[in-house]
């Protein structure tokens, strides 16, 4: 069966969050900035240029860190992340937990798994002085010419010091203006110095030397996701993690293809995990029929306790998106912390 292509674009318009929680007929809908003129379709296909609502969003604020991470956001990516402050985020619960297709699941467990490898790499034992090294924010993305996942991080300590602390474990080389790192060990990314104060995580398995993506980046207009991603994190609540993908995509628990995804988390006041999903199906029927499955689908987890906790995501569709949403508790918060990284846990 012949599957239509998404173009990229779509991280604009279609998926903003006041768009999707609207579209969801979501209450919390009357929470989100409204948006400045006429809501644009969301059937899959490629999306129209950005009109001035969503440019002006690119406008907004932004923090030193989020300016230099967002700066090698490749405009051609298919899967795209922000965290902030998730590090010890267990992306396969929060997948289990919400659904998720395989493709989200990879962008929020991408946090965890590079934080406890660079742990291995840097020989560091004491979780404080790991924290040390890096800012809490995090950009993940999944280049279309790519095999597997690139993260960016800001640094926090001089790239010197950094430099000093790899130099046993592996080879410094130049690669297209940029100085790259090779580890030997089993850690599989290598370390691309972008600037004195931002560090790309490019995956060894790409061919050639896999930094097409980023000169992309450095070369070509901004992506027109940035403006999605800095209204996400502009807004009242804080946004612990936006993750956002273009199909069409494999769900496990559907019979239908997901035409593009999305899934936020976000900490409210008392230790409240605010967490929502939202895909966008082919069609309104495959909408009805996903809720249906979701409802029913059987939860693999690895104790009752988290598969009640997934039971109680409420789905729900309107059009041909399907939302489901759920508050954690604080007292159940902890089922969100990579056993591997709980000293890391703030």
């Known amino acids: 069966m012949h599957r239509p292509t998404l173009h990229p674009s779509f991280l604009l318009r279609p998926w903003t969050l006041a768009g999707v929680l609207a579209l969801a007929g979501c209450p919390k809908a009357k929470e989100a900035p409204a948006p400045t ?13 950005p009109d001035p609502a969503s440019a002006g969003a690119a406008d907004a604020p932004r923090t030193p860190t989020t300016a230099a991470l967002l700066a090698w956001l490749d405009p051609d990516a298919t899967s795209i992340g922000y965290v902030r402050n998730e590090l010890v985020l267990d992306g396969e619960r929060l997948s289990t937990i919400f659904g998720l297709p395989p493709n989200l699941e990879s962008i929020v467990k991408a946090p965890s798994d590079l934080q406890w490898g660079l742990d291995v790499l840097l020989g560091v034992d004491d979780a404080a002085t790991i924290n ?9 993305m999944r280049p279309r010419v790519a095999n597997d996942l690139y ?5 926090e300590r001089p790239r010197e010091e950094l430099k000093k602390a790899l130099g046993t474990q592996g080879a410094f080389s130049e690669a297209e203006g940029f100085e790259v790192f090779r580890p030997r060990s089993a850690f599989p990314f290598n370390l691309v110095f972008l600037t004195d104060d931002v ?4 995956p060894q398995q790409e061919i050639g030397s896999g930094l097409s993506p980023l000169t992309a980046a450095r070369d070509l207009p901004a992506s027109p996701a940035e403006g999605e991603i800095l209204q996400a ?3 009242e609540r804080p946004l612990s993690l936006l993750a956002m993908a273009a199909g069409p995509m494999t769900h496990l628990d559907l019979d239908h293809d997901v035409g593009r995804a999305r899934v936020s988390l976000r900490r409210l006041e008392g230790g409240v995990a605010d967490g929502e999903v939202a895909y966008q199906m082919l069609g309104v029927d495959e909408a009805k029929l996903a809720v249906d499955a979701l409802d029913k689908r059987t939860v693999f987890a690895d104790s009752e306790r988290m598969k009640e906790i997934a039971r109680k995501v409420a789905f729900t569709s309107e059009g041909d998106v399907v939302t489901g949403r759920l508050q954690i508790p604080a007292t159940d918060a902890d089922v969100l912390i990579d056993p591997r990284l709980k000293a890391h846990a703030k």
């Open 37 to 49: 003129d006429a809501a644009s379709s969301t059937t899959a296909g490629p999306v129209a240029d």
């Open 132 to 140: 040390e090294w890096f800012d809490d924010d995090m950009l993940v």
């Open 151 to 155: 993260v960016v991080r800001r640094l």
């Open 199 to 202: 560090v790309a995580f490019v």
């Open 233 to 235: 994190l502009n807004e």
